[in-house]
């Protein structure tokens, strides 16, 4: 079992209890009011993936409490540190303190973990005028980088945050997959998913917390088929063979993914359940075997439909993932553009359902949304990790609209069949 151990500093009140207990203690943003300061440091171990724990120091940002920590505890406290988050108040009283904090805490880290990550946090950035919000931020960070550079520190990222919105998700999902060792590994082996299913995208949310760990995208063509790009096949695309397996389907890899809708259809037609969710490693059954055919939620005024596998519990939800908004009408665009948080959005909205099924003594599982331009299958994956995938209504198989009927048993089917696959490369706890 792996340690990191992970110092989270700044002024008091500048809320980086709030955030912690956001992300790691299932608080909702409303709820961090009633939270006190942190005095001294408050020590954490939070499970992360399974295996991997943070000791994540919390630090109270009182004077006093630096004085301490630059002297007398100074090596106790900044010796093998992993990774720092520093956090920043917008909206701090008196920032040149918090600068002068700020640079004896880079000068103790340079002396004690001069290998350690370097994340820093301008929170609170929902006060801030909208309008303004990035001029002010990017002031900020143009000191933050000259502090940095003052004590010799070259490397460190900087992100604006809040409570309130998804900006919070997005800055800890970078800075904890800075912590997970073979990343690189996973995002190629996701990637090679992605391609399988004929996926436009596929992300993988970590089960607790619901960050983003990693994504990939389809790589696309530039041929002009109506706006909707199609995918690139690999020059040595990989011969498909027909092994029979205990569902009947055809598979393509060692780690067995149906990789043709069609070639399915052939082998499965009318054998399919239109549950969207299943036992996690339960094989596709015929819906009239085991009453399990899930009724379709009725469409909502955008032209989506929603359906939840939640032990009873069901919510409409935003039909809008990826950036594109629902419609009755499939509206192509040749230069379709794309939310730069949609992944850290759709964290923050499914962990909210997610907590709200748990009150309802419900166990959330996965939910699917569909509309005229996408559908996207959230399920449970490995031990720790929970992925989403998402196809674009693009063409149809045998009438049937991509991303219903026999492809979304394929997907679904891909899914469960991937994730022994990746429990190699997220092992359990």
Known sequence: MAKKKVLLMGKAHSGKTSMRSIIF???LARDTMRLSPTLDVEHHHVRFLGDLVLNLWDCGGQDAFYESYFERDRETIFRSVELLIYVFDIESDCPEKDFDHFAGVLEAMEENSPDARIFVLVHKMDLVAEE???LILEDRKRLIEESCLGVGVQHFQCFGTSIWDETLYKAW??????LIPNIGVLESHLSDFCRICDADEVVLFER???LVISHAQAKR???DDGGVKGLITDDK???????GNEDGADVNGEAGWAENADELAAEKQGEMSTSPH???SSPIHDAGDDGMATPQTPASPGGGNATHTAAGSTAVVSNQVGGKASSNQITPSPTPQFDAHRFEKISNIVKQFKLSCGKAQSQFQG????NSKFTAFIDAFTANTYIMVIVSSKTQVNGQEWGTGVHKAATLLNIQKARSHFEQFIPRS
């Open 132 to 134: 303004e919000r990035e």
């Open 237 to 243: 695309e990989q011969q498909h063979h027909e092994e």
């Open 173 to 178: 999902s970078e800075i904890v997959t800075n």
């Open 367 to 370: 939910m699917d949304v569909r």
């Open 278 to 280: 299943s036992q996690l």
């Open 25 to 27: 203690a299932n608080y």
């Open 208 to 210: 607790a917390t619901f």
């Open 221 to 223: 063509d530039n041929s």
